[in-house]
């Protein structure tokens, strides 16, 4: 439950769901299997198998639905925030920018 201290403007689902993410960064584009934590109306945040993405990089994202009655959900946003989770990962949080 959202308390007086949370002051987003939307609630967050949580969601535990896994997840495509295809990095667009200097680098090169790579995707990686991931996990959705939670969703809201203007961002997600992902558990990503990477161990830092520089903020501003831009991502697709992409869930699969295994239901007919809900749509897959594919995104484009931007990482507004990266906090390691282990050596190999980190938990990003994104602003999504576009629907597709």
Do not use: W
Not at 20 to 38: F, L, P
Not at 75 to 94: H, K, Y
């Amino acid at each position: 439950m959202l308390g007086y201290d949370d002051k987003r403007n939307f609630f967050r689902m949580m969601v535990n769901s896994p997840c495509q993410v295809q990095i667009n960064d200097e680098e090169s584009s790579r995707t990686h299997q991931a996990v959705c934590k939670d969703i809201s109306a203007t961002g997600m945040s992902l558990e990503v198998e990477e161990p830092s993405i520089e903020v501003g990089t831009q991502v697709n994202v992409s869930i699969d639905s295994n239901s007919s009655q809900i749509p897959s959900l594919s995104a484009l946003a931007t990482v507004v925030r990266c906090v390691p989770e282990t050596e190999e990962s980190c938990i990003i949080g994104v602003e999504i920018s576009e629907m597709k």
